[in-house]
C-alpha cells in the first residue's frame, strides 16, 4: 500500500523549511528566529526519514536524522544562553537593536 | 488509513509551521511550534522510524521547546512580549518565501524518484531500511538496528557483500557525545548570573 509516496513526506519538508526561513528573516525576536531555526531543522529531518524510508538510504538517514536532533538540542541551549546575555546588556530581545558592529 | 494519517500530521505541520510564521505573539508562537514538531514525530512513525519518532517527541518537543519557554519567559517582560514587524517586511517575505516554496516543490514534482532508486539501487546495493510490509503489521522495530549502529557494528546490512557494507556510527557517536557536553557547560558558563547594568546601551 504505497499511496503517498515520496513525494508528499519532501512536500512537506519544504513547506516547512520555508516557513522557518521567513520565520527566520521576519522576526524582530530573538527566541523566535531561534523557533526558526528549529522549523527549518525538523523540514530537513522530514527529508532525511523520508529518503530512509523510500529510497537506498536504509537506516543511514534515520542516525543522520538522530544527530540533527542531538545538534539542535546542543544549538538551541548555546543560543539561548546568547539571548540571556543579549537582554542582560540591552534590557531588551529586538535583534535589530543589537547594531554595535554596523559599519 | 495511512492516507488519512499523513494527511492529517503533514497538514497539522503545515499548519503549525504557517502559525509560527504568522502570529505575533511569541507564547503562541511555542504553542504553534509544538503543534508542528508533535506532527512531525507522527510523521517519523508513520515512515517507520520509530526511535526517531520517540526521540523527537522526548528531545525537542519535551527539551527543546521547554528550553525556548524559559528563555520567553525570562526574556519578555511587558512590552517585549509582541514585537511587530512591520506588514511591509512581513508582506516582502511572504512573497520571497512563496516563490521559494514554489521553486522547491516543482524540483521534486520533476524528479522521478522510482527510475533513480533503481538505477542507484543496481549501481551501489543497498536497499530500504525496513521492509513495507513490516511496518503495516509492526513487526519490525529500529530501536536495535539503530542501537548497534551507534555501536559501530551494522547488522541491517550484514547481508551486503564485504567491500559495499556500510561503516558504523562510534566515532560521530563519540564526538557528538563530547560536543553536547562541551556545549551545555559553555552554554552555562554563558548563561550565568551577572550583574545586570543599570543603563541599555545602544538604540
Known amino acids: 500500500m504505497q499511496s503517498i509516496g515520496l513525494t508528499g513526506y519532501l512536500g512537506v519538508g519544504a513547506i516547512l523549511f520555508v516557513c522557518g526561513v521567513i520565520c527566520m528573516a521576519t522576526k524582530r525576536n530573538g527566541i523566535g528566529v531561534l523557533m526558526g531555526v528549529e522549523l527549518v531543522l525538523n523540514g530537513a529531518n522530514i527529508n532525511f526519514v523520508a529518503f530512509s524510508r523510500f529510497g537506498t538510504l536504509g537506516l543511514d538517514g534515520q542516525i543522520a536524522a538522530l544527530f540533527v536532533i542531538v545538534l539542535a538540542a546542543a544549538e538551541a541551549a548555546v543560543a539561548l544562553a546568547i539571548a540571556l546575555n543579549f537582554y542582560n546588556n540591552h534590557l531588551s530581545i529586538d535583534v535589530d537593536r543589537g547594531n554595535e558592529l554596523k559599519g | ?203
Open chain 2, 1 to 203: 488509513m495511512e492516507t488519512v494519517l499523513f494527511l492529517l500530521f503533514g497538514l497539522s505541520a503545515a499548519g503549525g509551521a504557517l502559525g509560527v510564521v504568522l502570529t505575533q505573539h511569541v507564547v503562541r508562537m511555542a504553542f504553534w511550534l509544538i503543534i508542528a514538531l508533535g506532527s512531525t514525530a507522527g510523521l517519523f512513525f508513520l515512515l517507520g522510524a520509530d526511535f526517531v519518532g520517540a526521540t523527537q517527541l522526548l528531545i525537542y518537543v519535551g527539551g527543546t521547546v521547554v528550553l525556548l519557554i524559559f528563555g520567553v519567559m525570562l526574556t519578555s517582560s511587558g512590552p517585549f512580549l509582541q514585537i511587530r514587524t512591520s506588514p511591509g517586511e512581513l508582506i516582502q517575505a511572504l512573497i520571497l518565501g512563496g516563490l521559494f516554496l514554489a521553486m522547491l516543490v516543482t524540483t521534486v514534482m520533476q524528479v522521478d524518484w522510482d527510475r533513480h532508486e533503481s538505477r542507484l539501487q543496481a549501481d551501489y546495493g543497498g536497499g530500504p531500511a525496513i521492509d513495507s510490509r513490516a511496518i503495516v503489521t509492526g513487526e519490525q522495530s529500529t530501536v536495535r538496528q539503530i542501537g548497534t549502529a551507534l555501536l559501530g557494528a551494522r547488522f541491517d546490512a550484514a547481508a551486503l557483500p564485504k567491500d559495499q557494507q556500510a561503516a558504523g556510527y562510534l566515532l560521530p557517536f563519540e564526538i557528538i557525545s563530547v560536543h553536547l557536553l562541551v556545549v551545555l557547560i559553555g552554554a552555562a558558563y554563558l548563561a550565568r548570573a551577572k550583574r545586570r547594568r543599570t543603563k541599555p546601551e545602544g538604540g
